[in-house]
């Protein structure tokens, strides 16, 4: 048995982004385009007509301020209200393997390692590009990895920290020597824009983690404890799936439009729902798994936490800290990345764990659809 080290991790982030001034304008053109098209059947009473957005809404209600994207005129369109993201050639490299390997390259980097070292690559991920064959396999193949092994798996918000315990499971048991948990996140695209209520939740990014064996390199940090939930709700959901075409009444292949039967396939989610039950099975979880671990708050100098809602965060560490906590304690990235699923406590461990000492301890904590959680507590080396 050989102990799991996250030796490294890595960021890649989209050039273009969206400030919430950006948003909320063309969102709020998109409103009264809406409302004077269909001006008779909302004076009829068979519509209701749409409300506004503001800048001060969305970041009242999430903390968020911008976030990065993939591509950017097509989202702010009116017309269109999605990014453009153009279908490749099978003989290129897709783009969700492309941004994946870039943030494994940025850790391998940071790590001093190459692909070589390496012998597994997990794609975890909330929005995967396609059934098969695996992300993970041509992430591995753009690499220039010609052993090891690569597959995907999806647990929403949480994919990363089931991903990171299933990489250590793997290396404790001497089946890698190294393994690169990638998270890349293009959730611009599961988003419905035209939506009031979720048009600024997310962002796209990719992250990475290198896991390695102990004895294999130096520095880092050491898994300490990990732990995984689920618990089913339907609070958020993503219908989209390949059964979708069956679903039809027609022969009909076309592209999807807004306004067609099929706009429920997007991102949908009770929000209050969803804060009045996630935020209490997360922060017992998170308790009770530093109680078997023998850690009192005290001991705890930092909470990485999955980045959805600044409310959430300040929240759930309070209850994990016994008192008022945000800042250092509980670092936030959502306010430049917005929700970026399963990479956002990621992208929070890496912008904000170099300034820890030896022998600080803290966790990464992800939660989302599912229900979903994982707690990774951690001990830098």
């Known amino acids: 048995m050989s102990a799991a080290i996250i030796r490294a991790t890595g960021l890649w982030t989209p050039p273009y982004s969206i400030s919430n001034e950006e948003l909320v304008t063309a969102f709020n053109a998109y409103v009264e385009h809406y409302n004077t098209q269909h001006a008779a059947e909302i004076a009829r009473g068979e519509l209701e007509p749409l409300q506004p957005s503001s800048v001060e809404f969305v970041e009242k209600a999430s903390g968020i301020r911008s976030r990065y994207v993939v591509e950017k005129d097509g989202i702010l369109d009116v017309k269109r209200m999605m990014p453009n993201i153009p279908a490749r050639p099978n003989d290129e490299v897709a783009i969700l393997a492309e941004i994946g390997a870039n943030a494994a390259r940025d850790a391998l980097e940071r790590a001093g390692k190459t692909p070589a070292d390496v012998d597994g690559i997990i794609v975890a991920a909330s929005n995967l590009q396609r059934a098969y064959p695996a992300v993970a396999i041509e992430v591995q193949m753009a690499l220039g990895m010609e052993h090891g092994f690569g597959f995907d798996m999806n647990v929403a918000c949480s994919s990363a920290t089931f991903g990171m315990q299933a990489a250590a499971d793997m290396i404790a048991a001497g089946n890698a020597r190294a393994i690169l948990v990638v998270s890349p996140e293009i959730t611009s695209a599961h988003l419905n824009w035209r939506d009031r209520d979720s048009h600024f939740i997310f962002g796209d990014v990719a992250t990475a983690i290198l896991l390695e064996r102990d004895e294999l390199g130096e520095g880092g940090w050491k898994i300490i404890g990990s732990r995984l939930k689920t618990q089913f709700s339907n609070n958020i959901r993503n219908n989209f799936g390949f059964l979708n075409r069956t679903e039809r009444a027609t022969g009909d292949n076309g592209p999807l439009q807004n306004g067609s039967p099929m706009d429920d396939k997007l991102f949908v989610q009770e929000g209050r729902k969803v804060f009045k039950e996630v935020v209490p099975m997360v922060s017992e979880m998170i308790r009770e798994h530093m109680d078997d671990l023998g850690l009192e708050p005290d001991e705890m100098k ?80």
Not at 307 to 323: D, E, H, S, T, Y
Not at 373 to 379: H, I, K, L, M, S
């Open 302 to 381: 930092r909470v990485w936490l999955h980045q959805a809602n600044i409310n959430m965060n300040l929240m759930i560490a309070k209850k994990v800290f016994g008192r008022e906590a945000g800042g250092e304690d509980a670092p936030t990235i959502l306010d430049e990345f917005a929700n970026t699923s399963s990479a956002g406590s990621i992208i929070a461990f890496h912008r904000h764990s170099e300034d820890l000492r030896a022998g600080d301890k803290g966790v990464i904590c992800s939660f989302g659809a599912g229900y979903s959680a994982g707690t990774v507590f951690v001990e830098k080396l």
